[in-house]
């Protein structure tokens, strides 16, 4: 899949932007404040219609408008045109090829990309909802299914919680009604919890092909999935958990609150990992999703590398151009301040480059 262009208008500090990606490798160049990472999150928007830096969708929208769209032309053999629009106090339309989406879980999957960007670092320091999220949008982009069971869980464990604040206002609680609760969340969370393990190992095998190319290190890293279905069974996790979830007036057992740690040389590299290392382990990460998407997929998704020269040093920036530059990845586009800088990190690479100043 390839992005060819893409137009933005009155998106974030863009009033009308139009950007054409004519070549294997698009540097987007400006200084500071010029709006190059908004244009990668733009291409990312495409793919997942979230935002990878805003939960709010109206935050999105450039300050004193009122509506911002994005509008793109992608090609995979053939081209797709898509047309999104973001407007105050309304949903979120997204088009293809002028057909509207009825529901935008159903173009999850078609443009893959990989976002890597400084802000990753909350993978290793942040909270587990970070390292949930990750593998979530990295497994929903290549199984449907898995994108369905996580929609229908999120849906029904909200409903159980707001049941389970009225029982606590009410001081009634009915079994039966938290039976069937957990009826629908039983098969959904335990189809997400498999699918999970089988995806974070796979994800482990890559990482620890890619991981010694990037650092120069011998270190042995371990992805271990921290969950409570891991000992016991979904259900029976439910009914033991029932008077502790009315106490606290929230479900307090599932996949929900599931994490991954990640281990180096048998240490949390949370807490023992040096910055170096969590720098290097953060690009593994990412180029392993990128190695598990294009071989499931069969394509090679779009990369996006934000402002990366700046936050890594010079040696390890040079192992990871190296790698990218091979026949293993597709698309490329980069943001960075210097076009200098990508010039000399390119400069025998096998693909062609083209800047795009801001």
Do not use: W
């Not at 970070?130 to 497994?139: E, M, T």
């Not at 098969?187 to 990037?214: H, M, Q, T």
């Not at 949370?270 to 294009?294: D, T």
């Amino acid at each position: 899949m390839r992005i060819n262009s893409l137009a933005l208008h009155n998106f974030k500090n863009h009033s009308d932007l139009k950007v054409n990606f004519d070549a294997d490798i698009t540097c987007i160049t400006g200084r500071n404040g010029a709006g190059k990472t908004n244009v990668l999150d733009a291409v990312y928007m495409l793919s997942t219609c979230k935002s990878y830096f805003n939960a709010i969708d109206y935050q999105l929208i450039r300050q004193g408008a009122d509506i911002c769209a994005l509008n793109s032309v992608f090609s995979n053999g053939q081209q797709i045109d898509l047309q999104l629009q973001i407007e105050q106090g309304k949903k979120k339309k997204l088009k293809k090829n002028d057909k509207l989406y009825e529901k935008l879980i159903d173009h999850i999957g078609l443009i893959n990309v990989i976002m890597i960007t400084p802000d990753d670092i909350e993978l290793v320091i942040g909270h587990s909802e970070v390292r949930r999220k990750f593998l979530d949008i990295c497994i929903s982009q290549t199984d449907r299914v898995y994108l369905n069971c996580l929609s229908e869980y999120q849906k029904v464990l909200e409903q159980r919680n707001r049941q389970l604040k009225l029982f606590a206002q009410h001081r009634h609680f009915d079994g039966i009604i938290i039976e069937g609760f957990n009826a629908k969340l039983i098969p959904a969370g335990r189809y997400i919890y498999e699918k999970r393990l089988e995806v974070l190992a796979k994800l482990n095998d890559f990482f620890n092909v890619i991981y010694p190319g990037i650092s120069s290190g011998s270190e042995k890293v371990v992805f271990k999935y921290q969950s409570d279905l891991i000992l016991q069974d979904f259900e029976t996790l439910l009914n033991q958990s029932v008077d502790k979830d009315l106490a606290l007036e929230r479900t307090t057992t599932g996949i929900h609150r599931d994490d991954i740690e990640f281990e180096i040389n048998g240490y949390p590299l949370k807490k023992f990992g040096s910055q170096g290392q969590s720098k290097s382990f953060i690009i593994a990460l990412k180029l392993a999703q990128y190695r598990f998407l294009s071989e499931t997929l069969g394509s090679q998704p779009i990369l996006l590398l934000d402002d990366m020269f700046e936050k890594i040093d010079e040696e390890r920036a040079q192992k990871l151009i190296d790698l990218v530059c091979t026949d293993e990845f597709g698309q490329i586009i980069i943001t960075d301040t210097h076009p200098e800088r990508v010039r000399k990190h390119f400069e025998n690479g096998n693909k062609n480059i083209n800047f795009v100043a801001l």
